[in-house]
Each structure stands twice: as structure tokens, then as C-alpha cells.
């Protein structure tokens, strides 16, 4: 079952200046920051400076290469938001039950995501226009 909203994901071109923007005008600081490279992006995690510690979080992602699902969304889109992530307790639970709903996963197997998460993905023609993310947190989160 979903839990929360656990982060909005936002293509960016540029990780660095997209950081400082955020920082600077809206007080999101970085929590964590990683290299995906199977998911071909350089991504932040950001919460609020002084807010709620368990606030949905703002991933900023940015393309390690142009063929990437990041590099695409930015050739035909621009930067803006790209997905909507929802945390889960038993990611493969909720993808067979989505399935069974009529949902096309993009895995067959829960991959790699953030800090030792396990993700996979609703396709955006199955769910109104959005790409959805499922999220299983990693041991500690
Ligand atoms: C594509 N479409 C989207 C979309 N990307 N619609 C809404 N939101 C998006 N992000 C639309 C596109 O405009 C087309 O619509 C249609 O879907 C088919 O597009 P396509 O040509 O197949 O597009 P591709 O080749 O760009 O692939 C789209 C998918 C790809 C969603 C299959 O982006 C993907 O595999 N995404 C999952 C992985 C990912 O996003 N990784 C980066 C984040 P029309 O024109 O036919 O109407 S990594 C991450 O989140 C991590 C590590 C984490 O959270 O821990």
C-alpha cells in the first residue's frame, strides 16, 4: 500500500546551479546526494532548512548522458517536474497488486534507487499523464 508522498523528482540540466536555486530562494537544503548510473542521473535529495523532518522531499535530477530518461524528459519537455514518487512498505506486494489493476510496471524486478531504496515505476500512459514512482526504503530510512 502507499504510505506518503515520498519526493516530487524535477529534471534539471545543471545539478550545481539547480541547489543554489533552490537554497537560496525557497530554503531547500541537500540531504543526500548520489550517482545512479544505471538510472544514467546525478540527483539530490532536498528538505526543508527548518521545516517538518518528515516532509515529501524534492529530488533534483540531472543527466549523466543524453540518451538517459533524464536527457530525453529534458530534449522533449524542459526542466520541470518528470515524476511523483510514492513510498511503499513492500515494493514487490504493491507492484503485483498494481498489475493485477491493469497497471504496465517498468520492471519486472524492483532496481537500485536512492540511499539503498528499491524502486519501480507506474508507466505515465497508465496513470494519467505522470510517471510514477514506487519507492521501498532502505534498511534505516
Ligand atoms: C515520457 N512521457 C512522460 C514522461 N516521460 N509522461 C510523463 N512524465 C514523464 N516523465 C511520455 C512521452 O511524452 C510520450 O508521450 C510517452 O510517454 C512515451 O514516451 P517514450 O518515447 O517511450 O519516452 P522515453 O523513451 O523518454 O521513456 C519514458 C519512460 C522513461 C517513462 C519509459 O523515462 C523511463 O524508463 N523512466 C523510468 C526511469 C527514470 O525516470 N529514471 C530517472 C529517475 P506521447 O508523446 O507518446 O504522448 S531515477 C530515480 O528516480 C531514482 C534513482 C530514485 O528516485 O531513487
Do not use: C, W
Not at 538510472?39 to 527548518?50: C, H, I, K, N, S
Not at 515494493?91 to 520492471?107: C, D, H, P, Q, V
Amino acid at each position: 500500500a502507499i504510505r506518503r508522498i515520498d519526493h516530487v523528482g524535477i529534471a534539471v540540466p545543471d545539478l550545481d546551479e539547480a541547489l543554489a536555486f533552490y537554497r537560496d530562494k525557497f530554503g531547500l537544503i541537500s540531504e543526500h546526494e548520489e550517482v545512479n548510473e544505471e538510472q544514467g542521473v546525478r540527483e539530490a535529495m532536498l528538505v526543508p532548512a527548518d521545516g517538518d523532518p518528515t516532509s515529501g522531499r524534492v529530488q533534483l535530477l540531472a543527466p549523466l548522458r543524453p540518451d538517459s530518461a533524464i536527457g530525453k524528459f529534458l530534449d522533449r519537455s524542459g526542466p520541470g517536474i518528470q515524476q511523483m514518487a510514492y513510498t511503499v512498505d513492500d515494493i514487490e506486494k504493491t507492484s503485483e497488486e498494481l498489475r493485477a489493476k491493469g497497471l504496465r510496471l517498468l520492471y519486472d524486478a524492483p532496481r537500485r534507487g536512492t540511499a539503498g531504496s528499491r524502486i519501480n515505476f507506474v508507466h505515465p500512459k497508465d496513470a494519467g499523464g505522470v510517471l510514477v514512482e514506487l519507492v521501498e526504503p532502505g534498511p534505516g530510512h
